[in-house]
Each structure stands twice: as C-alpha cells, then as structure tokens.
Nanobody, 112 residues
Framework: VQFVESGGGLVQPGGSLRLSCVASGFTFSSYVMRWYRQAPGKERALDASISIFGGTTYYDDSVKGRFTISRDNGKNTVYLQMNSLKPEDTAVYYC??????WGQGTQVTVSS
C-alpha cells in the first residue's frame, strides 16, 4: 500500500492550493478515502473524507466551506481543494484509506 501526496507549498493567507494523492497497492475504488493534517506539535487530525463513489463527504468544522474533497477512481487519486487558507492551516497533509498506512505527506505553509 502506497500513498504519494503532492501539491503543497507556501501560500499567502486567503490563497488556494490543490493537493493530490495517488494511491496504489489496494483496490482504491473499494475504500473511503481521507485527508488528515498534522500541525507542528499536534496530533494528526482528520480534515475530510469521501465515500467510495464520492456521493458522501465529511468535513471537520474547521475546514467546512473552504475545503473540497474529491476523487477519481479511474486514476486512483484523491484531491483536496483548499481555498481561503489561513495561517492555522499550516501543516503536513496526508491521505489514507484506513489510517494504517501513510505516505510522506505534503507540506502546506500559509504565511504572508
């Protein structure tokens, strides 16, 4: 099982980023997919999840209305569109299916 996240970077407050995660080693289309974040000194926390066919999504209150999770089962890829970014969104972002396997994550830094 492998997850490769990309799309992070340095962005000013109010800006946007789109994260991507390519998964392999399992039947992607059979699993709920999740995006987590881990800020410095904090535990990893769930931001969003998406059901197998994308019909049901969940968002933490802190990102609701700003982030959008989506998936492309044909490409084994899950996305996280991040808008209206805030300094408190600074973290390493990870995707996962079952929270038992993790990739290297992608760093998002929101700063002026």
């Amino acid at each position: 099982v492998q997850f490769v996240e990309s799309g992070g970077g340095l962005v000013q407050p109010g800006g946007s980023l789109r994260l991507s995660c390519v998964a392999s080693g399992f039947t992607f289309s059979s699993y709920v997919m999740r995006w987590y974040r881990q800020a410095p000194g904090k535990e990893r926390a769930l931001d969003a999840s998406i059901s197998i066919f994308g019909g049901t999504t969940y968002y933490d209150d802190s990102v609701k209305g700003r982030f959008t999770i989506s998936r492309d089962n044909g490409k084994n890829t899950v996305y996280l569109q991040m808008n209206s970014l805030k300094p408190e969104d600074t973290a390493v972002y990870y995707c996962t299916a079952t929270a038992r396997n993790w990739g290297q994550g992608t760093q998002v830094t929101v700063s002026s």
